[in-house]
């Protein structure tokens, strides 16, 4: 495994920390309380988990994807469901960093790193339901594209 460095050690023991203080002797009730965890993720935003994927200069504090993957491991040694809030917003926050203008990059990207606005994505089809593998919807020209 890569080595990595204090700062990003630091991180991966607070994240350790946190699931095993907080989310583990209570991820039950939350699960069949059928609520969204505020509590959890305000405290995931406190970590700072939400800009680990956004660039310096908007805010962020990106790792190095040994550190990612292993945060991502802690989350969901805790709770899947968690692991999954922060790689949807991670996936759009990346979409954004690398295809987005300027202007997009600097409206959402340093309210994204903070977890102020969090972001994630959705994709289903008739028949598919949310299995990527099995879409089959089709675009076809009208015409009338420029």
Not at 17 to 46: C, G, L, S
């Amino acid at each position: 495994m890569l080595k990595l460095n204090d700062e990003e050690t630091f991180l991966i023991e607070t994240v350790r920390r946190f699931v095993d203080r907080e989310v583990k002797p209570t991820v039950q009730e939350v699960e069949h309380a059928n609520e969204y965890p505020e509590k959890w993720i305000d405290q995931m935003k406190q970590i700072g988990i939400y800009g680990l994927a956004i660039p310096e200069e908007y805010g962020g504090s990106p790792v190095s994807m040994p550190c990612y993957a292993q945060v991502t491991q802690e989350l969901s040694r805790g709770w899947m469901s968690l692991a999954g809030a922060m790689g949807g917003h991670t996936v759009v926050a990346k979409l954004i960093s690398l295809f987005g203008t300027e202007e997009q990059k600097v409206k959402y990207l340093p309210r994204m790193a903070t977890g102020e606005i969090r972001a994630t994505m959705a994709l289903t089809e008739p028949g598919g339901g949310s299995d990527l593998q099995a879409m089959t919807t089709n675009a076809k020209s009208d015409g009338t594209d420029p």
